[in-house]
C-alpha cells in the first residue's frame, strides 16, 4: 500500500525533483532533447522542448519563478 509523501517527509524533495512520467514519450514525439523547467503554478518540473525552454525563459514565466526562489 502507498502513503502519500507531504512535506517533512524524507523523500519529499527527492519525489518533488523526479522527472515527470510524459518526459519520454515527449522526447520521442519531438526527435530532440528534453529539458525540465519548474512550473510557476505547481512548483513541479514539467518536461519542455527546446522552443517551450525558450518560451518559458524569455515569455516571463522564469522571471516570476526567480524572487519566489531566492526567498527560500
Known amino acids: 500500500m502507498s502513503s502519500l509523501i507531504l512535506p517533512g517527509h524524507p523523500e519529499f524533495d527527492l519525489t518533488l525533483a523526479t522527472p515527470p512520467p510524459d518526459w519520454k514519450i ?3 514525439k519531438s526527435g530532440e532533447g ?3 523547467v519548474l ?3 505547481t512548483g513541479l518540473f ?3 522542448t527546446q522552443e517551450e525552454l525558450m518560451e518559458y525563459l524569455w515569455g516571463g514565466e522564469y522571471d516570476e519563478l526567480m524572487p519566489e526562489l531566492e526567498e527560500e
Open 34 to 36: 528534453i529539458n525540465f
Open 46 to 48: 514539467r518536461s519542455a
Open 39 to 41: 512550473d510557476y503554478e
Open 26 to 28: 515527449k522526447a520521442q
